[in-house]
């Protein structure tokens, strides 16, 4: 049994989505631009340490808070986005949180987004879902502005509330010595969630791995572009991402561009299964792929074999291919 010690909890709040009638669809307004800088789209240092771990913890099934997590191989998943508003003010958001402590302290300074965060400039932490390299390192943000409003989605587990809290999760090596005093405000799935002009969340309610359950991205609606869409993983992948745009979003039949991570090869080589799903994004159009993370090395070298608008980064800082959009690298859209 897992062994849980709990300091305090803060305020929250559930939020239902935005009403919808089929047929119709939902105007959350527009912005100019928006840029986003990668903390970090690396979830672990080695795949065959982390497989290795799912496998002694029971397998894909199991949940996260039992598996005794190598920390030696915890990095994690982190992008700051800035929305440029039609008035010309700047907004941000944090995405997600990473996984080690003392890594996500290294990248959030390095990128400057400590400061930032610690300043009041980021409104908001946005967790995408609670898989360890997105959560676990949620300390590190914690410490610089304890405050912070969080999103999350609703279908969170009481172990990741309580680790927003304040709590230690010895057995998965995971912990928060730094009580989070602001606002979570909790998103329900399976709607449009308004935060801002031009900027919408959108929660997708599906089993996966790990024992977790749902993952929201967000959209934004470039006055010139179309929609973007953001991902922390993209469990739900990036045909429901744009299934749900043409059926529910204004400007939804044209979606423009994709970040984050795609979760086609995380863990590798391309099944033939996963390699037609790359080959059929072709149909959708999108004016610029920046995608990192989970999407896996050999997705993006087919996407570029084939000849897509994949947006290059520099491949430093610990990023394994210049290919993409990596630790450290920018990317605009508008």
Not at 133 to 159: M, N, R
Not at 162 to 190: S, Y
Not at 229 to 242: N, Q, S, V
Request: aromatic share 6%; glycine share 12%; proline share 4%.
């Amino acid at each position: 049994m897992t062994h849980i010690s709990e300091r305090r909890t803060a305020t929250t709040r559930t939020v239902t989505p935005a009403p919808w009638t089929p047929g119709e669809t939902i105007d959350f307004g527009a912005c100019r631009s928006i840029a986003v800088t990668c903390v970090s789209e690396i979830g672990w240092a080695d795949n065959r340490d982390m497989l290795q771990d799912i496998s002694a913890g029971g397998g894909v099934t199991a949940s996260q808070w039992r598996i005794p997590w190598r920390e030696a191989n915890a990095r994690g998943s982190c992008s700051l986005l800035e929305v440029e508003g039609l008035d010309g003010a700047r907004r941000r958001l944090l995405i997600d949180a990473g996984w080690s402590r003392d890594y996500m302290r290294e990248r959030l300074a390095a990128t400057g987004v400590a400061e930032r965060v610690a300043a009041g400039e980021v409104e908001a932490l946005f967790l995408t879902h609670e898989h360890i390299d997105h959560l676990f390192g949620l300390q590190a943000v914690l410490e610089l502005k304890p405050d912070i409003t969080i999103y999350i989605p609703s279908t969170f587990h009481a172990e990741a509330e309580r680790l927003i809290a304040g709590a230690d999760f010895p057995e998965a090596h995971a912990a928060n010595a730094v009580p989070h005093t602001g606002e979570v405000v909790r998103l329900e799935p399976g709607g449009v969630h308004p935060l801002m002009p031009g900027l919408a969340a959108v929660g997708f309610d599906l089993p996966i791995m790990l024992g977790i359950a749902g993952e929201q991205s967000l959209y934004a609606n470039l006055e010139r572009e179309g929609l973007v869409a953001l991902t922390g993983c993209g469990h739900h992948g990036f045909e429901r991402i744009a299934a749900f745009a043409a059926e529910r979003l204004a400007r939804g039949d044209k979606l423009h561009g994709l970040y984050g991570g795609l979760h086609l090869a995380p863990f590798g080589a391309l099944t033939s299964e996963q390699a037609d799903r790359v080959r059929d994004m072709g149909r959708y159009g999108f004016k610029r792929i920046a995608c990192n993370h989970c999407t896996g090395l050999a997705a993006v070298e087919l996407m570029v074999e084939l000849g897509y608008p994949v947006a290059r980064g520099t491949g430093r800082d610990g990023s394994i291919s210049d290919l993409y959009v990596g630790n450290g690298d920018s990317v605009t859209f508008g």
